[in-house]
């Protein structure tokens, strides 16, 4: 059942480029689809326009413009698109070239929605695909592991996912840590996130299901028990996408949410291995 306004709940995303405004409208109207009663915040930095965000408004989101972290110049030229991908090169897919991963570090400016108890982040390349409120009962700081290609990785977490309790006094903390001398975060705030919160709650692999796993690791695949379906590295909006007939189940439900069209019954769709 979903909650009543009044527990001062959010689902939060960030929004850094007009392609990434297409992914939030998206991602609003499948919340919306759940009938939660939580708020829709959208972060967004100036990079966005405001054209693009429009379409938010008609999904009853709350906009709140941000900057990005005041970090230091030398920071910055560490993190910077060229240098991160030099220093820690991305094998398993493609990042595409509207990704800027200083844009990544935006997301801590959640801690400072402090009108909030409790907030979910969803990154906007992302749709929910049936109510998932409870999460907002979960501890800070819970997440799902980053496993998209080997269960080894059930040790690692992945931010596109995450509860969290805003807390300005958790803000300030994060800054400090984030910005030492010489730091290097490969994974920007996702591997900043992980060492800032080392006993993170695991959430199942279902909050936040890797598109990767639909080839391999297809038996792991069940759209009946996926609440959170994330589209890492390649877009579905992409027109260029590499992975397109790999990924293309996956790639028309998106396109469903974000033209607002009639859904399949997505707990009867074909698995990977039925689609085969």
Not at 170 to 192: A, G, S
Not at 242 to 254: G, N, S
Request: hydrophobic share 40%; net charge negative.
């Amino acid at each position: 059942m979903s909650e009543p306004r009044s527990l001062r709940h959010a689902y939060v995303t960030l929004v850094t480029n007009n392609d990434y405004a297409m992914g939030a409208k998206a991602l609003a109207a499948s919340l919306r689809r759940t009938g939660t009663f939580a708020d829709i915040v959208v972060l967004h930095t100036a990079d966005a326009g405001k054209a693009s965000l429009a379409p938010l408004l008609q999904l009853d989101c709350r906009l709140v413009p941000v900057d990005h972290l005041p970090l230091s110049t030398a920071f910055n030229a560490r993190h910077a698109r060229a240098n991160l991908h030099s220093a820690a090169p991305f094998t398993k897919g493609r990042k595409p070239d509207f990704h800027s991963p200083l844009d990544n570090f935006c997301k801590l400016r959640l801690w400072q929605l402090s009108e909030y108890t409790s907030c979910v982040f969803i990154d906007a390349d992302a749709i929910v695909l049936r109510n998932i409120d409870k999460l907002f009962h979960y501890p800070e700081f819970s997440a799902a592991p980053n496993v998209y290609e080997s269960l080894a990785d059930f040790h690692r977490l992945n931010s596109g996912v995450f509860v969290a309790q805003p807390s300005e006094d958790t803000f300030q903390r994060m800054l400090e840590r984030l910005d030492q001398p010489d730091v290097f975060w490969k994974r920007t705030d996702q591997t900043f996130l992980q060492d800032f919160f080392p006993d993170w709650h695991g959430l199942p692999v279902y909050f936040n299901m890797l598109q990767y796993v639909w080839f391999t690791m297809p038996r792991l695949w069940d759209w009946r028990s996926i609440s959170i379906l994330h589209y890492q590295y390649e877009k579905p909006w992409e027109a260029n996408h590499p992975k397109v007939e790999k990924l293309r189940p996956l790639i028309d439900l998106w396109h469903a949410f974000y033209a607002g069209d009639d859904l399949p019954d997505i707990s009867a769709m074909a698995n990977p291995e039925e689609a085969a």
